[in-house]
T-cell receptor, first 113, second 111 residues
Framework: NAGVTQTPKFRVLKTGQSMTLLCAQD?????MYWYRQDPGMGLRLIHY???????AKGEVPDGYNVSRLKKQNFLLGLESAAPSQTSVYFC????????????FGSGTRLTVV | LAKTTQPISMDSYEGQEVNITCSHN???????ITWYQQFPSQGPRFIIQ???TKVTNEVASLFIPADRKSSTLSLPRVSLSDTAVYYC????????????FGTGTRLQVTL
């Protein structure tokens, strides 16, 4: 059981470039989340999904878009990367009925220069 | 959304019991209390959750008083590998439920 898999693990982008971060889970979880973590800070929620075909904004959604075309995948897109988006991005999923039971991926370290 | 307050950092020697207390004064009736652990360069990992009284698993114990306005995570006989950041979170129920992370408690275990 792989759990939550994030790709890529590392990426360096130039300002203005675009990219997509992929999150895949094999636990048949309904809920999926994208967080970012900056040095010395806790995780901040970017976007989340409560099921296939649904997305919703979190605490810091500006500059990001998401899609959940398949239940097992949750994509996070940066259309025009900015240095302020340099961060570590974590994806998580959880099953219905367990609001506390998140499984996190190992993260994507993104640097925008 | 219930806000949590926990110490910024704690130090312990290996083999000691560590208790981290968290306050969540405005917790709602249907909210769960949950704790996560995060090592450097890794995603947070679920440790334990509870609603009231005491919960124990193979990793930790969670004590919740009757008023549920605080909780204490207890780590028995810590080792160097328990050095991590520990997050206390309130997990609301419902479709739009999401975890809101604070800065957590940085636990440093030394010999």
């Amino acid at each position: 059981n792989a759990g939550v898999t994030q790709t890529p693990k590392f990426r360096v982008l130039k300002t203005g470039q675009s990219m997509t971060l992929l999150c895949a889970q094999d636990m048949n979880h309904e809920y999926m989340y994208w967080y970012r973590q900056d040095p010395g800070m806790g995780l901040r929620l970017i976007h989340y999904s409560v099921g296939e075909g649904t997305t919703a904004k979190g605490e810091v959604p500006d500059g990001y878009n998401v899609s959940r075309l398949k239940k097992q995948n949750f994509l996070l897109g940066l259309e025009s990367a900015a240095p302020s988006q340099t961060s570590v991005y974590f994806c998580a999923s959880r099953p219905t009925g367990a609001p506390y039971g998140y499984t996190f991926g190992s993260g994507t370290r993104l640097t925008v220069v | 959304l219930a806000k949590t307050t926990q110490p910024i950092s704690m130090d312990s020697y290996e083999g000691q019991e560590v208790n981290i207390t968290c306050s969540h004064n405005n917790i709602a009736t249907n909210d769960y209390i949950t704790w996560y652990q995060q090592f450097p360069s890794q995603g947070p990992r679920f440790i334990i959750q509870g609603y009231k009284t005491k919960v124990t698993n193979e990793v930790a114990s969670l004590f919740i008083p009757a008023d549920r306005k605080s909780s204490t995570l207890s780590l028995p006989r810590v080792s160097l590998s328990d050095t991590a950041v520990y997050y206390c979170l309130v997990a609301p129920t419902g479709t739009a439920s999401k975890l809101t992370f604070g800065t957590g408690t940085r636990l440093q275990v030394t010999l």
